[in-house]
């Protein structure tokens, strides 16, 4: 089952703050996010693991709340660059659970 | 290092056509994965590669989708015949999932630039 990606868009000023939330039906055991600008691919972003570890290469930080099967994505002091959709890739269930992308979240920043 | 390469980058073809994609992933990534992205829709899992045997192509649409992947390396992903409703943009992506401490919560994917199919 799709997870849920909260708000659909959102548009921003530069240096405005956004929360992206992802949930999800399932239990789950990481966490993949990826950004894709339009009429790109997508770009991996950062996986969150269950217990806490955090794997990225952005500055850019998220967290992972296994209890209550939600990730949030946080996007502090945005840049223009910013912009894009952001994607949520729950993987759920163990280790070799199967992950699927949300239906996205439209980031938009103006100068 | 290089990443995953796709080709055609586009193709527009007649309805009950027949369309080819390739791709080649990441040197030593195991795991291929084709998908079909709609237009304002998150990526959707067509077929999971890992080497050469297929994962899961459980939302493959078997009676016009097909796919292979020589060697456990480049792969092909084909429509016959194409419907309207194929046209999206079909997104090849590669991951270290099935090497030696890897699987799909730890693996991140590497997409390609994908093929935007427009079907007429």
């Known amino acids: 089952q799709q997870p849920v990606q909260s708000p659909q868009a959102v548009i921003l000023r530069e240096g405005e703050d956004a929360v992206i939330n992802c949930s999800s039906s399932?239990?789950?055991?990481?966490v993949h996010w990826y950004r894709q600008k339009h009429g790109e691919a997508p770009v991996f972003l950062m996986i969150?693991?269950?217990?806490?570890e955090q794997k990225g290469h952005e500055k850019i930080s998220a967290s992972f709340n296994e209890k209550k099967q939600q990730s949030s994505l946080y996007l502090t002091a945005s840049q223009l660059s910013y912009s894009g959709t952001y994607f949520c890739g729950p993987v759920g269930g163990t280790s070799y659970g199967k992950l699927t992308f949300g239906q996205g979240t439209i980031l938009t920043v103006h100068p | 290092e290089a990443g995953v390469a796709q080709s055609p980058r586009y193709k527009i073809i007649e309805k009950r056509q027949s369309v080819a994609f390739w791709c080649n992933p990441i040197s030593g990534h195991a795991t291929l994965y084709w998908y079909q992205q709609i237009l304002g829709q998150g990526p959707k899992l067509l077929i999971q590669f890992q080497n050469n045997g297929v994962v899961d192509d459980s939302q493959l649409p078997k009676d016009r989708f097909s796919a292979e992947r020589l060697k456990g390396v480049d792969s092909t992903l084909k429509i016959q015949p194409a419907k309207l409703e194929d046209s999206a943009v079909y997104l090849c992506a590669s991951s270290l999932e099935g090497q030696r401490g890897y699987s799909s919560y730890n693996s991140p994917l590497h997409f390609g630039n994908g093929t935007r199919l427009t079907v007429t």
């Open positions: 399932k239990a789950l055991y990481s």
């Open positions: 969150l693991l269950k217990g806490g």
